[in-house]
């Protein structure tokens, strides 16, 4: 997050559809009051709802950080490349939500469509303007990362993927 934006603190509880009745919903929204109704351009990758969403997958917050990313991938400009990593990265939470709740097989199907997600991307012509979120990500290290995953022979709940880590820049 940038020096000027405000700190966000983690969800009161990592919500499991089916285990917990109610979602935090207090929390998350502090955070979408961040986004605006349209980015302009390019989604920031340093935007502070971005990097709290990101941030929650890796705390293990998947359910949250699909909440999060799937605002800011909505206030995304449509067509953008932003909006492709974001669905990569909402696929990703949610791919490690299946694997806390014992459903492997929806796990690997969901890493394989944001495998596909990055795939995509990676023929898309940067925009140039830089500072963009797609434009900085390492996506092929994560591309690279769901490849490993989805080459095992089954997945366990050990097997979540981290992706706000591989985002720093």
């Not at 694997?99 to 097989?105: W, Y």
């Amino acid at each position: 997050m940038t020096a000027s934006a405000p700190t966000l603190a983690l969800p009161r509880w990592a919500f499991t559809p089916g285990i917990e009745t109610e979602a935090d919903h207090e929390t998350l929204a502090m955070a979408k009051a961040l986004v605006p109704a349209r980015f302009n351009g390019f989604v920031p990758a340093r935007h502070p709802a971005l990097r709290y969403g990101l941030g929650l997958n890796d705390a293990g917050f998947f359910w949250e950080s699909h909440e999060i990313l799937e605002a800011v991938w909505a206030a995304a400009p449509q067509g953008g490349r932003e909006r492709i990593l974001l669905r990569a990265c909402i696929q990703i939470a949610n791919a490690n939500l299946k694997l806390r709740t014992d459903r492997p097989h929806a796990a690997s199907r969901l890493f394989g469509e944001a495998l596909a997600e990055l795939d995509e991307l990676g023929v898309r012509k940067a925009s140039g303007a830089g500072g963009g979120f797609a434009d900085a990500f390492p996506t092929a290290a994560l591309a690279g990362l769901l490849r490993t995953k989805l080459a095992q022979p089954a997945l366990s709940r050990a097997d979540w993927v981290a992706i706000g880590g591989l985002g720093r820049t």
